[in-house]
């Protein structure tokens, strides 16, 4: 149990486009979701918190009017990165809280790349 | 000081020797901890929890915990090639019910 599927696995565009990525909680509800970034030979970093029917709660030095998150629903939230720019090219990776007390599953992850 | 400290390596161990791995955190008041292991390009899995003092083991894994001295390991007994990989380390944020990541460590086992 506890599988959070992510989707898309990687994407490519263009520099100032827009990209959204899903993160799906297929066996459980998650009220809460979060989401990482991880540049090459770095560890994760956390960039939000997604709060099931509220405002995501943004960590320090992350843009909310950058990177877009939208918990709409137990089961999905996304995270839309407007006007992308190649530094924004990095493993985006989400995660949920499946039951106290047993850690948190993590999505397969989004490669993004901005040309 | 970071909120959780790895040595980020790499450590290299031959097949069937033990891997030590080790964290450090700084917030007190964590009670949950957290390994996890990733393959290059993948997201993390979780490999162990452990909550309270001492030792646990699944495996050939085994995790200890020391709160007082805020330190938390992982021993990998008899290494196997497929164990290369960077570790993990992870300290969920009391109150906050949020994971703070080490830089993780990569380990090597050479066959």
């Known amino acids: 149990g506890a599988v959070v599927s992510q989707h898309p696995s990687w994407v490519i565009c263009k520099s100032g486009t827009s990209v959204k990525i899903e993160c799906r909680s297929l066996d459980f509800q998650a009220t809460t979701m979060f989401w990482y970034r991880q540049f090459p030979k770095q560890s994760l970093m956390l960039m939000a918190t997604s709060n099931e029917g509220s405002k995501a709660t943004y960590e320090q030095g992350v843009e909310k009017d950058k990177f877009l998150i939208n918990h709409a629903s137990l089961t999905l939230s996304t995270l839309t990165v407007t006007s992308a720019h190649p530094e924004d090219s990095s493993f985006y990776i989400c995660s949920a809280r499946w039951t106290e007390g047993h850690g948190y599953t993590f999505g397969s992850g989004t490669r993004l790349t901005v040309v | 000081q970071k909120e959780v400290e790895q040595n980020s390596g790499p450590l290299s161990v031959p097949e069937g020797a033990i891997a030590s791995l080790n964290c450090t955190y700084s917030d007190r008041g964590s009670q949950s901890f957290f390994w996890y292991r990733q393959y290059s390009g993948k997201s993390p899995e979780l490999i162990m929890s452990i909550y309270s003092n001492g030792d646990k083991e699944d495996g050939r894994f085994t995790a200890q915990l020391n709160k007082a001295s805020q330190y938390v390991s992982l021993l990998i007994r008899d290494s196997q090639p497929s164990d290369s990989a960077t570790y993990l380390c992870?300290?969920?944020?009391?109150?906050?019910?949020?994971?703070?990541f080490g830089q993780g460590t990569r380990l090597t086992i050479n066959p």
């Open positions: 992870a300290v969920e944020i009391q109150g906050a019910q949020k994971l703070v």
